[in-house]
């Protein structure tokens, strides 16, 4: 099974929602597939079951039941699959798409695969590779054990708290100047 998860960001990802559901159309993805569709009105899918959203505790559901987990690059609906010692395909909401109103989703994305945690893809033309190559990709990524995910998640807040204190700090100098 298939789990493709947008969030909640009221853009629309029509760009991930038609391509699953146009490699499930083709035969390419051969297993269901549930899609959280959010606000993605602009494409219904015809091959896959879907839902705009869904409880906390279903999503926890259809990640555990998951073989792979799809998801936009929030980390929201990436840590849940790292809960469960799973490598998740990352495909980041792209603004020059109109999918987001900045670029934080794929930095959120670089970071995580300059630390091997996620499978990205920032092309969705090879998003079919990914999928039929899913266990080889997935081999070379790290995020099966607790202590890693714990370290993972220490030094991201660290990281959050110093882009933060960086950025008051410049706001500072700026005041000053």
């Known amino acids: ?14 760009r991930l929602i038609e391509k699953i559901d146009w490699l499930r159309e083709r035969g390419v993805i051969k297993e269901e597939v549930f899609m959280q569709i959010g606000f993605t009105k602009d494409y219904k899918p015809k091959y896959c079951d879907s839902k ?11 990640c ?9 690059g929030g980390p929201g609906s990436i840590m849940p699959a790292f809960q469960m010692g ?9 603004p020059k798409m109109d999918e987001h ?30 999928i039929e190559n899913y ?3 997935a081999n070379q990524c790290n995020v099966n054990s607790e202590s890693t995910l714990k370290s993972f998640i220490e030094n ?14 410049k706001g500072k100098k700026k005041k000053q100047d």
């Open 156 to 169: 991201f807040e660290k990281e959050v708290v110093e882009l933060v204190e960086g950025g008051k700090k």
């Open 135 to 137: 266990d080889v990709y």
């Open 64 to 72: 555990e039941k998951a073989r792979i987990i799809i998801t936009h």
């Open 101 to 130: 109103v900045d670029e934080h989703q794929i930095l959120f994305t670089k970071k995580l695969e300059s630390l091997n945690k996620v499978i990205p893809v920032y092309d969705i033309d090879l998003l079919e590779d990914v």
């Open 52 to 62: 705009e959203f869904i409880e906390h505790d279903e999503m926890g559901k259809y």
């Open 86 to 94: 799973k490598v998740p395909i990352v495909v980041p909401r792209n």
């Open 1 to 14: 099974m298939i789990f493709v998860t947008v969030g909640t960001h009221e853009q629309s990802f029509r």
